[in-house]
């Protein structure tokens, strides 16, 4: 089935308790779409600026990740630097700039419009909401969000996750969202808001994940090393629907084997800065590891 | 195999966000015990004082805990009191009046002498190697402790962990005793200091088993109506050793299917004040909750 991921592409300085680094490729679209490729080709969609490097976009290109949907625009690509401290659960933002993308109309070029699988990755409901209008009826969407959307366009984002037919979002965002303290009450109140699978991330603690007809409860893989974070969720939402999409069955069994899949590539996306590690990532490391995640889990 | 807790015996008063509840039957031993007791004979070791009631004492007697072992000193029996608030993962201490419990001096009674698996809850070091004195050689003793203990008596404890079979140690502890800011590497630090099983509680997000053979990750039973926390550690080590002294075999095996029932047992532990739901528990709510965690974590 084919994958589309509508996101950013960006620039990331990032300081964490392993060090420092600068001006590294990122951003939610980026970070998706490399976790993905190892199942699937994917789409992409977003804007970047004139500023953005060609060997990035090579990088892109080299893989199977078709940039017909990427825009370039006067001006600057996307800017995000941030700070994580002790065990690095949560990122504090010392500065966003939206630069070309805070002007960003999503349009989905006709050599996409049989895209059977859609990430929104974290943006304006409204702005997602648009790639929704355009996407066919059958398609299977699923959106992220963040703290800021909740607290500032709370309607617009409800009124979005009726239309969508899951969600990534973390433990803190679910608990702002419902006003749940436990997370397992959390992500049932968020099924009731419309999405019929929910995907509570918690980082070093891994993930649930909440249907109507099911409950998955999986630990994360247990890294020693934990350098960045920055784009870890996008990861999981790309091993996800990467290997979905490969798949091309959304039953029970395979949502489960997915998560795993998107544990993984969390996993190897935090041991170095930005998107480094799954850059040089080779499929086979994949498979170990989820086979490893399995052994780890099993009761028997 | 013959069973032993080495605990309180307390009367608890609890505030949640879910409500109070003052002089609850509790303690470390206690919870243990009630706890264990669905698998094996528990015996206990511990101190009361006059004020101890003739029903909890029938409540603990009319199930197969042996009380031989449970002094009746001068004075009140240990009391404490605690607030948990928002999430429940963290309690704060209100009161502690330890009472007889403060000069207790833990003496194995000649029918113990046989004890083969020994469970240490919180308590002094010095006090838990008292009882590492009196067992047997060949006897696998776990211990528990708490962050109290970790900065105010932490070259006893660091001793007493170089002569136990295995810990159980919450998140925070484990961050605090070994400076490790990821959970991953704290309990594999724990196991350089000498045990060679490590049980890392998470609360609600499950928890881990580390040892130099193996690692197990395990998530917690989704508990809807989280009331009190208060002994669900207790009661995760009753269930837990509790299997294995009935199954009689400490391989890695039986290892992993007693943190299940650990878990089961703790996920009953926190649904009302104290050890009320424990206390009505039924065998066949432990299997019905035991088939529903592996169905919970299971990839296919």
Chains 1, 2 share one sequence.
């Not at 001006?75 to 504090?92: I, K, L, M, P, Q």
């Not at 969000?145 to 309607?155: L, S, V």
Request: contains cysteine; glycine residues 10%; hydrophobic residues 40%.
């Amino acid at each position: 089935m084919s994958l589309l991921v509508v996101g950013t592409l960006a620039y990331d300085s990032i300081e964490t308790p392993a060090g420092t680094a600068a001006d590294e490729l990122g951003g939610s679209g980026t970070h998706f779409a490399l976790a993905a490729n190892f199942f699937t080709a994917v789409r992409m969609m977003g804007v970047i600026g004139g500023d953005f490097r060609p060997e990035d976009r090579a990088l892109l290109e080299e893989r199977e990740i078709d940039l017909r949907g990427v825009g370039t625009a006067e001006g600057e690509t996307f800017r995000w630097s941030g700070r994580y401290e002790g065990d690095c659960n949560v990122a504090e933002t010392l500065e966003t700039h939206l630069n070309v993308h805070g002007d960003y109309e999503p349009q989905l070029p006709p050599e996409y419009a049989d895209s059977r699988l859609i990430f929104l990755a974290n943006g304006p409901p409204q702005q997602q909401a648009r790639v929704v209008d355009q996407a066919r009826k059958d398609s299977f969407i699923v959106m992220d969000t963040m703290n800021f959307w909740i607290q500032n366009d709370n309607a617009d984002l409800r009124a979005l996750l009726k239309r969508v037919d899951g969600i990534t979002i973390n433990d803190l965002e679910a608990r702002m969202l419902t006003g749940e303290p436990t997370l397992i009450r959390a992500g049932r109140a968020i099924l009731d808001l419309g999405p019929r699978l929910v995907w509570l991330k918690k980082g070093e603690h891994g993930a649930f994940l909440f249907s109507k007809d099911f409950f998955f409860a999986l630990p994360a893989y247990p890294v020693s090393d934990l350098v960045d974070p920055t784009g870890a969720g996008d990861s999981f939402a790309g091993g996800l629907m990467g290997y979905l999409a490969h798949a091309g069955v959304l039953d029970e069994e395979h949502l489960r084997r997915a998560m795993v899949y998107g544990s993984v590539l969390a996993s190897f996306n935090v041991e170095d800065f930005g998107a480094r590690r799954v850059c040089r990532l080779q499929r086979d490391e994949i498979e170990t590891r989820y086979r490893e995640l399995l052994r780890f889990t099993a009761v028997a």
